[in-house]
T-cell receptor, first 114, second 108 residues
Framework: KAGVTQTPRYLIKTRGQQVTLSCSPI?????VSWYQQTPGQGLQFLFE???????NKGNFPGRFSGRQFSNSRSEMNVSTLELGDSALYLC?????????????FGPGTRLLVL | KNEVEQSPQNLTAQEGEFITINCSYS?????LHWLQQHPGGGIVSLFM???GKKKHGRLIATINIQEKHSSLHITASHPRDSAVYIC??????????FGAGTILRVKS
């Protein structure tokens, strides 16, 4: 099976712009989670989607949003970018329908906000 | 206080040494993950535990649910084991909470 893929891999934006990142899970996986990794805060949970519904949400402002399509592909959007949004954004998929399954991580999208 | 605490933060070992990384957590969990992250960012899930002990090659992971503690052991360490090792707990539902990571360097 192909692994989790994320596009784009690298992105440079300026403050105030918005960005959309894409994640394609492993075939058959219905859960997609998004994470932000920064040197200062480490890895933090953004949100999780399962069957097109947001099932869990971390402590991020409303500028961070996401969605999941019927084929389980997921996108996350960050509006009105701030310098502090520069980070590695990772998605992970699992087959879980109730939690407790291994998560498989994508390679990440490295976002730089100037 | 962070929900997930790892120790040590940094670890340098000589090739062949036995290595232990510890993880303590304060919340109720459904499972605990040990992750490995190499330079460049790619994360690999090493283990997922909800009880007892698991072994894969030179890696062993244990968890004590009553003590809210887990350990990752590496036997006969090798320079290719150099990476960041991250403990993450799976809170009920499917939300992962991460430790700060342990930076491991194995010297030849």
């Amino acid at each position: 099976k192909a692994g989790v893929t994320q596009t784009p891999r690298y992105l440079i934006k300026t403050r105030g712009q918005q960005v959309t990142l894409s994640c394609s899970p492993i075939s058959g996986h219905r859960s997609v989670s998004w994470y932000q990794q920064t040197p200062g805060q480490g890895l933090q949970f953004l949100f999780e989607y399962f069957s097109e519904t947001q099932r869990n949400k971390g402590n991020f402002p409303g500028r961070f949003s996401g969605r999941q399509f019927s084929n389980s592909r997921s996108e996350m959007n960050v509006s009105t970018l701030e310098l502090g949004d520069s980070a590695l954004y990772l998605c992970a998929s699992s087959s879980s329908d109730g939690g407790g399954e291994t998560q498989y991580f994508g390679p990440g999208t490295r976002l730089l906000v100037l | 206080k962070n929900e997930v605490e790892q120790s040590p933060q940094n670890l340098t070992a000589q090739e062949g040494e036995f290595i232990t990384i510890n993880c303590s957590y304060s919340v109720g969990i459904s499972a605990l993950h040990w992750l490995q992250q190499h330079p460049g960012g790619g994360i690999v899930s090493l283990f997922m535990l909800s009880s007892g002990k698991k072994k894969h090659g030179r890696l062993i992971a244990t968890i004590n649910i009553q003590e809210k503690h887990s350990s990752l052991h590496i036997t006969a360490s090798h320079p290719r084991d150099s990476a960041v090792y991250i403990c993450a707990v799976l809170e009920y539902g499917n939300k992962l909470v991460f430790g700060a990571g342990t930076i491991l360097r194995v010297k030849s």
